[in-house]
């Protein structure tokens, strides 16, 4: 099994306050944990290994807005894998900012 | 760990066809031989069920496009978990139903 | 400008409630009162028409939670769009059963 | 109406080549033609301006993988506003990090 990247955001529902900040940095600390390269975005955590320690990171953290005192959670992840050679979060930068400068 | 209810939806990219049924049929197929509740609509595949099997089912399923010659497959899932009271995927329709009706 | 079959998921933040069901009817409702073919799902809606009026459609239902009092929304919108023949929702279930039942 | 946050991800179908970033560079120069703060991520573009605009851009960009041939495309947002304060995309990363520091 080869390497994916992937896009997890995981959020609670109904906590009483429009922040969710203290959540997605008790999220991060669990995802960081893994063996896995993580990039925090505006909009989610974009991680890079192998599917299982993705999911096995994935499914940790799912459970921490919870800890947290979370009724309810909603959890997004997109993964992306090609088998004809492997992602590579930065090459996937790399290869569309090379276009745009030179077309 | 309670029950989830959760949308998949797995494609295959640079396929050579628009047309993907065929794929999502596969992917249908394996999703289905998991112990979960599915439900297959116009933009995906809803399952219901425990954490885990929906994961270890995802991740089956994320196999399968590749497995028909593709060599790039983006799955996205989304979760949504609440620990008040169990998630039914019939009952959030019914529920939302129901205030449509009376309101 | 062709037909396009999309997703619609609005949700609130911060609510004090983990029950979302009586956002999701607002949103519905708001939804509903455009020209599109709509079906709700436990996940989302999924609606179909023009993308003008699809995004139309979603921008109305996106203030619906605000105008409940929800001080945060977050909306998801997910288009699937063919050019070589025109989607139709119901069509893109049936054509993945009928793969089911003949192969 | 306020500012938004958003993430974008515009993709083809069946374009016969698993690499896509051709398609996401001209997604991207469209994208980057609007009044909007943008920033290309492994997973996606990410968007901040008021709605309107945001929604008028990812159109736009629906469109591009249709000029160079594409049969079908695949458009994804997602919008997360807040009306208590406005957001800011690098606001957003730097409050999440000055948690994940300080406890």
Sequence with gaps: ????????????????????SRYVADVERVLKSYNLKTMLT?????????????????????QVPFESGALRVGTTIRIDERRDKELDMYEKVKSVEEKLRTE
Excluded at 6 to 14: D, F, H, S
Excluded at 57 to 62: D, E, P, R, S, W
């Design 1 to 20: 099994m080869g390497k994916v990247v992937a896009e997890v955001i995981i959020v609670p529902y109904g906590t009483g306050t429009p922040s969710l």
């Design 42 to 62: 505006p909009m989610g955590t974009i991680l890079e290994g192998d599917l299982d320690s993705v999911l096995e990171a994935v499914k940790a953290a799912h």
